[in-house]
């Protein structure tokens, strides 16, 4: 008896444990945009980090929210740059957040006003470009 309430109790400290994890396949959120490899960019504005994109396809949206409406739609091995702006903080290299937690990333897309779009960030859709 006392053999089977020790086993019983083993078992379920490792459901609780195991309840109170993240899934094995959970993306990595990207806080920061900050990569190995930076691109270029025309004055005054700083040159952001190389990202590559992983997934078949990524939607760049128009605003860090997935309601947001899709303005671009980026392929498997795309390179995209982090916009940054001018630079001269680090707040420049943080990423949006939303309310659930979600990265979201500012990219440069020519053609587009402003910061461009936004993808989500995170380590199923994104990858820092490495030299």
């Known amino acids: 008896m006392?053999?089977?309430?020790?086993?019983?109790?083993?078992?379920?400290l490792c459901l609780v444990g195991l309840a109170g994890s993240q899934p094995v396949n959970a993306p990595q959120e990207y806080r920061s945009n900050e990569g190995p490899v930076v691109g270029e960019a025309d004055s005054p504005y700083q040159a952001g980090s190389l990202w590559v994109v992983l997934t078949e396809k990524l939607e760049?949206?128009?605003?860090?929210?997935?309601?947001?409406?899709?303005?671009?739609?980026?392929?498997?091995?795309?390179?995209?740059?982090?916009?940054?702006?001018?630079?001269?903080?680090?707040?420049?290299l943080r990423n949006f957040v939303d309310?659930?937690?979600?990265?979201?990333?500012?990219?440069?897309?020519?053609?587009?006003?402003d910061y461009g779009c936004y993808v989500r960030a995170n380590s199923h859709t994104i990858a820092p470009a490495h030299p």
């Open 60 to 92: 760049g949206r128009s605003e860090s929210d997935p309601s947001a409406p899709v303005v671009r739609v980026f392929s498997r091995g795309e390179v995209l740059q982090a916009e940054v702006g001018r630079g001269g903080s680090d707040e420049v």
């Open 2 to 12: 006392r053999v089977l309430v020790g086993r019983t109790l083993v078992l379920v």
């Open 99 to 113: 309310e659930q937690g979600r990265a979201w990333m500012a990219v440069r897309v020519t053609g587009l006003p």
